[in-house]
């Protein structure tokens, strides 16, 4: 979801959520997710920042980890292309205008509009296979999420203020963020774009 209303989460349906979040698997239970819920006047003043950063022009934070891979082969890139294609043509911007396209990513560092910001970070010592449980814990809060009501979209954009970030935050040094996320109640009416999805049997081997 990238469209939001401004309608308050009660924080006991966050702290609901997040606490049978804590179940998602982690190899031998190390649990290596970190997270920071921001809300109110936190989160407007971080909005503030890096609305500000953004109007500047101030250059990107350097990430800390590879978003993607250098050289995507196929068919990987290919479909980064189409999601590009279709994110943007439905806002009706095409591939030139640049200071468009720059706009409308600025909007994941508003949240999209949404009330609560999610971040979450992981130990710069975890290997990949902690990584891959950061990832289960994020879809497990996104499921519950929905069957609360809420909506989310998870953002890795962050990671290019993470610094502004840290001065909200204060997260200790040996952590990485690795993506926001943001959450609420779907704002009805917005347009939005569901990207395609490859067919199974380009994903999915059945060995019978």
């Known amino acids: 979801m990238r469209a939001f209303t401004s ?14 979040a804590a179940w998602s698997p982690s190899g031998s239970n190390l649990q290596p997710w970190h997270v920071y819920i921001v809300t109110g006047e936190p989160l407007a003043e971080l909005k503030r920042r890096t609305g500000g950063r ?31 294609k279709e994110r943007y043509s439905a806002l009706g911007i095409t591939r030139e205008d640049w200071e468009a396209r720059q706009r409308a990513a600025s909007d994941n560092w508003q949240c999209f509009g949404a009330p609560v910001a999610l971040f979450c970070y992981i130990d710069r010592d975890m290997g990949r296979p902690q990584w891959a449980d950061v990832g289960m814990y994020l879809q497990t809060v996104m499921l519950l999420l929905r069957a609360e009501g ?3 979209c998870p953002q890795m954009a ?21 993506c926001g ?23 999915v081997t059945f060995v019978e």
């Open 7 to 20: 309608e308050p989460v009660p924080r006991a349906v966050l702290e609901r959520v997040l606490a049978a």
């Open 54 to 84: 953004v109007a500047e022009g101030t250059p990107w934070d350097e990430r800390e980890y590879e978003m993607y891979p250098p050289a995507l082969k196929s068919p990987y890139h290919e479909r980064r292309s189409a999601f590009g």
């Open 150 to 152: 809420l909506h989310s």
């Open 158 to 178: 962050w990671s290019v203020y993470r610094k502004t970030v840290a001065e909200i935050l204060s997260p200790p040094d040996g952590l990485i963020l690795f």
């Open 181 to 203: 996320m943001s959450i609420g109640f779907e704002r009805v009416g917005a347009d939005h774009v569901r990207t395609g999805r490859a067919p199974i049997e380009e994903t």
